[in-house]
């Protein structure tokens, strides 16, 4: 069946970087177009970085762009994401999608909290 498992979450000081893992299975990752949305408490979902298949196009939210990199691995199923400088707003459940065409796959997140 298919799984997303994300790994990497906790809580980290201002400043300080994590590094997110995502490992796919159960369908076909290279075809897929990998995100990483996050949720805040009281906040609305937000995209916050995406890759196509090959990672020839990347996009990010404005809020994290020069701080988080997103990538992936399509030979280990995996997408990463890489945060820096981190924020108490970036706080957050962070989760991974994969999307192609009408079809659409979720993780079931992993906490991110940013506090001294």
């Known amino acids: 069946q298919v799984q997303l498992v994300e790994s990497g979450g906790g809580l980290v000081q201002p400043g300080g970087s994590l590094r997110l893992s995502c490992a796919a299975s159960?369908?076909?990752?290279?075809?897929?177009?990998m995100s990483w949305y996050r949720q805040g408490p009281g906040k609305e979902r937000e995209l916050v970085a995406s890759?196509?298949?090959?990672?020839?196009?990347?996009n990010y939210a404005d809020s994290v762009k020069g701080r988080f990199t997103i990538s992936r691995d399509n030979a280990k199923n995996t997408v990463y994401l890489q945060m820096t400088s981190l924020r108490p707003s970036d706080t957050a459940v962070y989760s991974c999608?994969?999307?192609?065409?009408?079809?659409?796959?979720w993780g079931q997140g992993t906490q991110v909290t940013v506090s001294s």
């Open positions: 999608t994969a999307t192609r065409f009408w079809v659409e796959y």
């Open positions: 159960g369908f076909t990752f290279s075809s897929y177009v």
């Open positions: 890759i196509v298949n090959t990672g020839g196009s990347i």
